[in-house]
């Protein structure tokens, strides 16, 4: 093993990780400007091939831990996009 592999492993895996939250964010980003407001949590899951909620909610709150987006109340269907 060469050195540095495991970082280069988790760098790569953050990266992907990264390309796929940023998936979501346009998505919903794609979304608002279609509708005019925020698409639910399972169509969010619909579009992005998740079928499980809370897997799609946990994605969420992880954009929302970044800045990227942000919600009125508990609802993800009253996120806003971040500045």
Do not use: F
């Amino acid at each position: 093993m060469r050195p540095g592999h495991d970082r280069d492993a988790s760098t790569q895996l953050r990266r992907n990780t990264d390309s796929r939250l940023l998936g979501k964010l346009a998505t919903i980003r794609d979304w608002i400007a279609e509708t005019g407001e925020s698409p639910s949590v399972r169509q969010i899951g619909e579009k992005v091939g998740l079928s499980s909620t809370s897997s799609v909610a946990y994605q969420l709150g992880r954009l929302e831990a970044r800045g990227l987006i942000s919600r009125t109340g508990h609802r993800w269907r009253s996120c806003r996009l971040g500045a």
